[in-house]
């Protein structure tokens, strides 16, 4: 028998304090016994991972059941903190090993580095404090989750309406689109209470951690080496002079296609030809089925791959009342089995998430082999480079949904869409970097800001007499509230897929075999090293997205209207 013993309750702190007492008080004299000592506690991690991650997806796919909330909320307040503790534990352990410099550099470099970063912010006053933000976190999510609409005789999630704001009657899109944002209205002084209870709570935890404020606390929390708040507003910057003239330049066409006096918000989905909406698929099964097949297109193995989660237990797709909003992929890390969760209604963008996770799924089986839980866990941003560059790399193969001719409409929306998605991006990112390092501020200083930002990326669309709904429009933005500063990540990684995608472009074998070969390697690398493991830059200033935009707007000169 391991170290952990099977049939172990990872939910139960009663059972997992002894395991942990005995990794606290081993001896590491030797390097023997710390990397004994290592492998256990990364075993024991796994298991208290799934044992989280189940709670989580339970809590996520019914926020309307009191049992599984107050099951996800128990290990919050009871295990968590816990953890917390032990772990500060045990990473001084580590790191006062007199057989620490013995380790193997190679091996180690980034757990090392990690561990190091996460001494230095530890405080034990700020782990109930996390703990309140998580809970706050789940508030958030139920208050959405439970968000309804009652639209053309049926009632409705936010997540189902968003089909008819592609639909080309123009009175019908715009009631749709006001019955969403009324509805948000509606809980909008309830999360904005929200919000700043969590940014109070966040500015404490970076004071007691000694620093000025949250984002500074954050960069260092999120292991974020690699760059600094000034490489992030060069990306803004480099959003704001390459994407959004050449997005306002898109709206002036859209305006004139649809020939309207105004560019109004609900007219941004619809086709400017008038043909109906994209449908790609009726229900969860034939986009699974689908997206099966197009995966066996791109290569047999990521078929095979993608195949292997149709198993009953690896996904949740369909979107239905009381299910928390977005999609998410997460890692059984026991197990070693990725689990795909979204709200799927029929619509293109489904069909993107539903690959984008695929790609997160795709990562988590690459590094599955790797010995160590953290070397399995790879930084967001290159994370999310495995997503994106699968959105991309199945382009070729959007027949199996479409016609020729809608498949062309889904690859110039999506290839549209990244030039519109990095602006997004950057209002998210600068939107949070100024909210964290201006604590204090007041709620209309804040709307004032979100305002500001909107008319610097925004689209070229009027806004009269919807002032109130354009305020609140971050609202709706999921990691604001859960996952804090986790949003950059998406603009540097679509500036790596968008690499993959060029190189696709040359020889798909070519940049499946980059895709795979970094993969492997999961977290076990800086970051810079895992772009170059698959050939790519890790820049993102203004000439790099320049370049690459530019390629965009080559593609699509070539794709028919």
Same mark, same amino acid.
């Given at each position: 028998?391991?170290?952990?013993?099977?049939?172990?309750?990872?939910? @139960?702190?009663?059972?997992?304090?002894?395991?942990?007492?005995?990794?606290?008080?081993?001896?590491?004299?030797?390097?023997?016994?710390?990397?004994?000592?290592?492998?256990?506690?990364?075993?024991?991690?796994?298991?208290?991972?799934?044992?989280?991650?189940?709670?989580?997806?339970?809590?996520?796919?019914?926020?309307?059941?009191?049992?599984?909330?107050?099951?996800?909320?128990?290990?919050?307040?009871?295990?968590?903190?816990?953890?917390?503790?032990?772990?500060?534990?045990?990473?001084?352990?580590?790191?006062?090993?007199?057989?620490?410099?013995?380790?193997?550099?190679?091996?180690?470099?980034?757990?090392?580095?990690?561990?190091?970063?996460?001494?230095?912010?530890?405080?034990?006053?700020?782990?109930?404090? $996390?703990?309140?933000?998580?809970?706050?976190?789940?508030?958030?999510?139920?208050?959405?989750?439970?968000?309804?609409?009652?639209?053309?005789?049926?009632?409705?999630?936010?997540?189902?309406?968003?089909?008819?704001? $592609?639909?080309?009657?123009?009175?019908?899109?715009?009631?749709?689109?006001?019955?969403?944002?009324?509805?948000?209205?509606?809980?909008?002084?309830?999360?904005?209470?929200?919000?700043?209870?969590?940014?109070?709570?966040?500015?404490?935890?970076?004071?007691?951690?000694?620093?000025?404020?949250?984002?500074?606390?954050?960069?260092?929390?999120?292991?974020?080496?690699?760059?600094?708040?000034?490489?992030?507003?060069?990306?803004?910057?480099?959003?704001?002079?390459?994407?959004?003239?050449?997005?306002?330049?898109?709206?002036?066409?859209?305006?004139?296609?649809? @020939?309207?006096?105004?560019?109004?918000?609900?007219?941004?989905?619809?086709?400017?030809?008038?043909?109906?909406?994209?449908?790609?698929?009726?229900?969860?099964?034939?986009?699974?089925?689908?997206?099966?097949?197009?995966?066996?297109?791109?290569?047999?193995?990521?078929?095979?791959?993608?195949?292997?989660?149709?198993?009953?237990?690896?996904?949740?797709?369909?979107?239905?009342?009381?299910?928390?909003?977005?999609?998410?992929?997460?890692?059984?890390?026991?197990?070693?089995?990725?689990?795909?969760?979204?709200?799927?209604?029929?619509? $293109?963008?489904?069909?993107?998430?539903?690959?984008?996770?695929?790609?997160?799924?795709?990562?988590?089986?690459?590094?599955?082999?790797?010995?160590?839980?953290?070397?399995?866990?790879?930084?967001?941003?290159?994370?999310?480079?495995?997503?994106?560059?699968?959105?991309?790399?199945?382009?070729?193969?959007?027949?199996?949904?479409?016609?020729?001719?809608?498949?062309?409409?889904?690859?110039?929306?999506?290839?549209?869409?990244?030039?519109?998605?990095?602006?997004?991006?950057?209002?998210?990112?600068?939107?949070?970097?100024?909210?964290?390092?201006?604590?204090?501020?007041?709620?209309?200083?804040?709307?004032?800001?979100?305002?500001?930002?909107?008319?610097?990326?925004?689209?070229?669309?009027?806004?009269?007499?919807?002032?109130?709904?354009?305020?609140?429009?971050?609202?709706?933005?999921?990691?604001?509230?859960?996952?804090?500063?986790?949003?950059?990540?998406?603009?540097?990684?679509?500036?790596?897929?968008?690499?993959?995608?060029?190189?696709?472009?040359?020889?798909?074998?070519?940049?499946?075999?980059?895709?795979?070969?970094?993969?492997?390697?999961?977290?076990?690398?800086?970051?810079?090293?895992?772009?170059?493991?698959?050939?790519?830059?890790?820049?993102?200033?203004?000439?790099?997205? $320049?370049?690459?935009?530019?390629?965009?707007?080559?593609?699509?000169?070539?794709?028919?209207?």
């Amino acid at each position: 028998m391991g170290f952990v013993p099977n049939g172990l309750d990872a939910t @139960s702190w009663k059972e997992l304090e002894p395991l942990y007492e005995d990794l606290a008080t081993r001896s590491l004299d030797d390097v023997n016994q710390l990397e004994m000592m290592i492998r256990d506690e990364s075993n024991l991690r796994e298991w208290v991972s799934e044992a989280g991650a189940r709670l989580y997806v339970s809590m996520t796919c019914s926020t309307d059941d009191e049992e599984k909330k107050m099951a996800y909320l128990d290990f919050v307040e009871n295990v968590e903190p816990k953890l917390s503790e032990i772990g500060d534990r045990l990473n001084r352990q580590i790191m006062n090993s007199p057989a620490l410099n013995e380790l193997d550099a190679e091996t180690y470099q980034v757990m090392i580095r990690d561990i190091r970063a996460d001494i230095e912010i530890f405080r034990e006053e700020n782990i109930p404090l $996390q703990t309140e933000l998580t809970k706050l976190g789940q508030q958030y999510e139920e208050i959405c989750g439970s968000m309804m609409v009652v639209f053309d005789g049926e009632e409705r999630t936010m997540q189902q309406m968003g089909k008819f704001l $592609q639909v080309t009657e123009r009175e019908t899109r715009e009631n749709a689109w006001k019955a969403v944002w009324e509805r948000r209205l509606k809980d909008a002084n309830k999360i904005e209470d929200l919000y700043e209870q969590m940014l109070a709570i966040r500015h404490q935890i970076s004071l007691n951690a000694g620093f000025e404020n949250y984002r500074d606390y954050a960069f260092v929390a999120k292991h974020r080496f690699d760059y600094t708040p000034k490489d992030c507003e060069d990306f803004h910057l480099a959003a704001e002079e390459v994407c959004v003239p050449l997005g306002r330049i898109l709206d002036q066409q859209r305006k004139k296609l649809l @020939s309207v006096e105004k560019l109004r918000p609900w007219d941004l989905g619809v086709d400017v030809y008038g043909r109906p909406p994209l449908k790609p698929f009726e229900n969860v099964d034939e986009m699974v089925e689908g997206t099966s097949r197009m995966f066996h297109q791109v290569s047999s193995e990521l078929g095979k791959m993608f195949d292997s989660l149709r198993d009953g237990k690896s996904l949740d797709l369909d979107s239905r009342k009381g299910k928390a909003p977005g999609g998410y992929q997460i890692s059984f890390d026991k197990i070693r089995r990725p689990f795909i969760f979204m709200n799927a209604t029929g619509l $293109q963008r489904d069909l993107e998430t539903m690959v984008h996770e695929a790609g997160h799924a795709f990562h988590a089986m690459y590094s599955s082999e790797l010995d160590l839980i953290d070397h399995r866990d790879p930084p967001i941003e290159y994370a999310e480079v495995a997503a994106m560059s699968m959105e991309l790399i199945v382009h070729p193969h959007l027949e199996e949904f479409y016609t020729k001719t809608d498949a062309d409409r889904a690859r110039r929306n999506h290839l549209e869409g990244v030039v519109g998605l990095l602006p997004w991006i950057a209002t998210i990112d600068a939107f949070q970097h100024w909210v964290h390092t201006n604590p204090g501020h007041s709620r209309e200083q804040r709307t004032n800001i979100w305002r500001d930002l909107r008319n610097r990326f925004g689209a070229n669309v009027e806004w009269d007499g919807l002032g109130d709904m354009r305020d609140v429009g971050w609202h709706r933005q999921l990691h604001l509230f859960t996952y804090p500063f986790y949003y950059i990540e998406y603009g540097i990684a679509q500036l790596g897929a968008l690499q993959i995608w060029l190189q696709s472009l040359n020889s798909v074998e070519m940049a499946l075999e980059n895709y795979a070969h970094s993969m492997e390697l999961g977290g076990s690398k800086p970051l810079p090293e895992l772009f170059n493991a698959a050939g790519l830059t890790f820049s993102f200033d203004p000439n790099t997205v $320049q370049e690459l935009i530019d390629a965009v707007q080559l593609k699509l000169s070539e794709l028919p209207a």
